[in-house]
């Protein structure tokens, strides 16, 4: 099979993503783009879509799976661009829409996948890499962002499902946390012009995601931003709570990053109580925490739209056996080492907080109160496991 490269292009502002996607189809000539409508899962059918920049190419639909449109996006995708990838491909075109030969006399150089508003690129990227192998290499992974709609995205609470946005009847996502994901995980962001965005949302966006390569659509390469390559297992590392490269501080037009590290466990009542005063405190919050009562499991933060997280990420690392490091991704072991204590190893306190008007001091004060006391920390870790399991529910949720 020849090689296709993909670039997917995701995101909740559908109007960013779709000139992002518009964009590529007129610079990249041939170029072909390929949308799964999981707006019409209600009916039982996805509708798919291939295009090129002159207009609809080819129609037709996937039947859902386990009655989940994700599922049936998952099963379609890869049979689609491996259809693509064929030698001398032809596609069929839809009576009356784009003119023949426009595109497609030649190859198809590049397979545009757009996302349906919800989908998050990280899954889709790992289906293509784990099933479409070396002839559809994912060369580029992009979220369509509207500045002006930055900060009211990720301060929105509501589930998807009530949104008309979820992609099963399980889905118990929110606006906000798959906003956050979404834009978190792509290296390349696609800003549209958009004359409400002031310096303040530009900041908070710095600020949620300060590696990410910001591209103007229409005035600037996005075409070589896609293209330049996307490596699948190093994204999925960045996003692991026990290895993620976390924001630094930042003060900028009104918008703040805090970040509060810390070597002492939390007291698990403690912090429960104190959960949706942390949670409400800032925009965006996530990270890696230690509870004194489970004093071998790493924890992670995530939190937006005023909704927490909380999850296992599995053994801190300085609690595996020694024969069991060498199993240990060498990401995971140097991100031990930067927060590696003496005694004890790479257990710790990493939050990052960001949010427009931060009180730091108040944050810092709260979360402080909830470490454990000298004399709770003295009295050694047997002592710990015997403290109230606060998180015992929220955990096993």
Not at 35 to 62: C, F, K, N, Y
Not at 223 to 244: I, K, N, R, S, T
Not at 285 to 301: E, V
């Given at each position: 099979?020849?090689r296709?490269?993909?670039?997917?292009?995701?995101g909740?502002?559908?109007?960013a993503?779709?000139?992002?996607v518009?964009?590529?189809?007129?610079?990249?000539?041939g170029s072909?783009?390929?949308?799964?409508?999981?707006?019409?899962?209600?009916?039982?059918?996805?509708?798919r879509?291939?295009?090129?920049a002159?207009g609809?190419?080819?129609?037709?639909e996937?039947?859902?799976?386990?009655?989940?449109?994700?599922?049936?996006?998952?099963?379609?995708?890869?049979p689609?661009?491996?259809?693509?990838?064929e030698?001398?491909?032809?596609?069929?075109?839809?009576?009356?829409?784009?003119?023949?030969?426009?595109a497609?006399?030649?190859?198809?150089?590049?397979?545009?996948?757009?996302l349906?508003?919800?989908v998050?690129p990280?899954?889709?990227?790992?289906?293509?890499?784990?099933?479409?192998?070396?002839?559809?290499?994912?060369?580029?992974?992009?979220?369509?962002?509207?500045?002006?709609?930055?900060?009211?995205?990720?301060?929105?609470?509501?589930?998807?499902?009530?949104?008309?946005?979820?992609?099963a009847?399980?889905?118990?996502?929110?606006?906000?946390d798959?906003?956050?994901?979404?834009?978190?995980?792509?290296?390349?962001?696609a800003?549209?012009d958009?004359?409400?965005?002031?310096?303040?949302?530009?900041?908070?966006?710095?600020?949620?995601h300060?590696?990410?390569?910001?591209?103007?659509?229409?005035?600037?390469?996005?075409?070589?931003?896609?293209?330049a390559?996307?490596?699948?297992?190093?994204?999925?590392?960045?996003?692991?709570?026990?290895?993620?490269?976390l924001?630094?501080?930042?003060?900028?037009?009104?918008?703040?990053?805090?970040?509060?590290?810390?070597?002492?466990?939390?007291?698990?009542e403690?912090?429960?109580?104190?959960?949706?005063?942390?949670?409400?405190?800032?925009?965006?919050?996530r990270?890696?925490?230690?509870?004194?009562?489970?004093?071998?499991?790493?924890?992670?933060?995530?939190?937006a739209?005023?909704a927490?997280?909380?999850?296992s990420?599995?053994?801190w690392?300085?609690?595996?056996?020694?024969?069991a490091?060498?199993?240990?991704?060498?990401?995971?072991?140097?991100?031990?080492a930067?927060?590696?204590?003496?005694?004890?190893g790479?257990?710790?306190?990493?939050?990052?907080?960001?949010?427009?008007?931060?009180?730091?001091?108040?944050?810092?004060?709260?979360?402080?109160s909830?470490?454990?006391?000298?004399?709770?920390?003295?009295a050694?870790?047997?002592?710990?496991?015997?403290l109230?399991?606060?998180?015992?529910?929220?955990?096993?949720?």
């Amino acid at each position: 099979m020849t090689r296709l490269p993909v670039v997917i292009v995701g995101g909740l502002h559908a109007q960013a993503r779709r000139a992002a996607v518009e964009e590529l189809l007129a610079t990249i000539p041939g170029s072909v783009a390929l949308h799964h409508d999981l707006s019409t899962a209600v009916q039982g059918t996805v509708v798919r879509t291939l295009r090129d920049a002159a207009g609809i190419l080819d129609t037709g639909e996937a039947p859902l799976v386990n009655d989940c449109a994700c599922c049936a996006l998952r099963e379609d995708l890869v049979p689609e661009l491996e259809r693509l990838a064929e030698a001398g491909l032809t596609v069929p075109q839809v009576p009356g829409s784009a003119a023949p030969g426009s595109a497609r006399a030649g190859r198809t150089p590049i397979a545009v996948v757009e996302l349906w508003d919800s989908v998050e690129p990280k899954a889709m990227a790992e289906v293509i890499a784990a099933h479409g192998g070396p002839a559809l290499p994912v060369t580029g992974v992009i979220t369509g962002v509207d500045p002006a709609l930055l900060l009211p995205c990720l301060g929105n609470g509501d589930d998807l499902m009530d949104a008309g946005l979820a992609a099963a009847a399980t889905d118990l996502r929110t606006v906000a946390d798959t906003w956050a994901r979404q834009l978190e995980y792509a290296p390349v962001l696609a800003l549209v012009d958009s004359p409400e965005a002031d310096d303040a949302d530009r900041a908070l966006l710095a600020q949620l995601h300060p590696t990410a390569r910001q591209v103007r659509i229409g005035h600037g390469d996005l075409a070589g931003a896609a293209l330049a390559g996307f490596d699948v297992e190093a994204a999925a590392a960045a996003q692991h709570p026990a290895c993620a490269l976390l924001p630094a501080e930042a003060d900028e037009a009104g918008v703040s990053t805090f970040v509060w590290h810390r070597d002492r466990p939390f007291h698990p009542e403690r912090l429960y109580a104190a959960l949706e005063d942390l949670t409400c405190a800032a925009a965006r919050s996530r990270g890696r925490f230690w509870l004194a009562d489970r004093p071998d499991t790493l924890l992670h933060w995530d939190a937006a739209g005023g909704a927490l997280c909380v999850e296992s990420a599995g053994p801190w690392l300085v609690s595996l056996p020694d024969a069991a490091w060498d199993l240990v991704p060498p990401v995971r072991r140097a991100a031990a080492a930067l927060d590696w204590h003496p005694q004890h190893g790479d257990c710790c306190q990493h939050l990052v907080f960001t949010s427009p008007g931060l009180d730091r001091d108040g944050l810092a004060e709260i979360l402080e109160s909830c470490l454990l006391t000298d004399t709770e920390y003295g009295a050694g870790r047997e002592s710990w496991k015997g403290l109230p399991r606060a998180f015992d529910t929220l955990l096993e949720a």
